[in-house]
């Protein structure tokens, strides 16, 4: 049995509609993911910044409970698990943003992490002329508040290190501190924080 040539031509049309049709889809489905990714909280600008997700380690920072509205069975508004390994990241490069400019100078981070009044108070102790390093460790969060829409939380970290070193004297703080982050442009920033140190 030999095919006409119409015949030949129709089934290269319907082999060629069932593959663009899988492209398609397939390219839905991707597009779809990336969108998903910046409803989540990642930063539009971080793809030429280079930032990522980055969970800190248990002994450098973590939720005391993560906690989930469908775990618990409850109406209680809670974040998803995403939500609060975007919190916890964000929170932690804060503190490395602020490190860095403490030992670099460079503050053109900062603004990526930190937003009103905690940015002002972050940028009011970098002093540039000086040779100083910061680090941390230690964070353990524990939530507050959570905003129904998802865009405001509040939690307290628990008794965290603050190491300084400044002119090779080294300081090291034991500190906890009250914390309201917010959902700007994609992206979770300290925008008020109080310190306390013991």
Do not use: C
């Amino acid at each position: 049995m030999s095919l006409n040539k119409t015949q030949v031509k129709f089934g290269i049309f319907v082999v060629g509609m069932a593959v663009t049709a899988v492209l398609v889809v397939v390219g839905i489905s991707l597009l779809s993911r990336f969108i998903a990714a910046f409803q989540q909280g990642a930063d539009p600008a971080s793809i030429f910044r280079g930032h990522t997700l980055a969970i800190p380690e248990r002994e450098e920072a973590y939720w005391r409970s993560t906690r989930t509205s469908a775990a618990i069975g409850t109406n209680e508004i809670l974040p998803k698990r995403s939500e609060y390994e975007e919190m916890i990241s964000a929170y932690w490069l804060a503190w490395d943003a602020l490190g860095r400019a403490h030992l670099t100078g460079d503050t053109s981070d900062m603004a990526t992490y930190w937003a009103g009044a905690a940015y002002a108070q972050a940028m009011a102790d970098i002093s540039p002329e000086q040779s100083e390093s910061l680090q941390t460790s230690g964070h353990v969060l524990r939530l507050t508040f959570f905003s129904e829409d998802g865009s405001v939380v509040a939690f307290e970290d628990e008794g965290f290190f603050i190491t300084r070193v400044v002119h090779s004297s080294t300081f090291r703080l034991k500190t906890s501190a009250s914390v309201v982050m917010t959902l700007d442009q994609g992206f979770w920033r300290i925008r008020q924080i109080t310190l306390r140190y013991s």
